[in-house]
């Protein structure tokens, strides 16, 4: 295999496992009725729309289809991707949605 065939495969690798990483945030988000784009945004306010989510988003199901995604797994893979500011705001989340349930 040539130097630049194996450079080509691990972008492409790796790119197709951030397209992954996407949809298992945005499909989370579906599932704990969060509007990913938001909660995106609120992590990342100074990008552009991102082209990969709004990819992603299309890709969800509702989530009374949706298999169950735990929020260990959705952080897991955000830090494997370096996306800490994305990681602390879905912990916010969390915690505005532990609250509800205390408030109850």
Not at 76 to 87: H, M, P
Request: aromatic share 6%.
């Amino acid at each position: 295999m040539k130097h630049n065939d194996l450079e080509e495969r691990i972008i492409q690798n790796y790119q197709n496992d951030e397209k992954m990483m996407i949809l298992v945030f945005a499909q989370w988000c579906v599932n704990h009725d969060l509007n990913p784009e938001e909660l995106y945004l609120q992590a990342y306010p100074n990008q552009e729309k991102n082209l990969a989510l709004k990819e992603a988003i299309e890709l969800t199901v509702p989530k009374d289809e949706a298999g169950d995604i735990s929020t260990e797994t959705l952080l897991g893979v955000l830090s494997l991707f370096g996306n800490d500011d994305l990681a602390f705001v879905i912990n916010q989340e969390i915690g505005k949605m532990k609250n509800q349930i205390v408030d109850s």
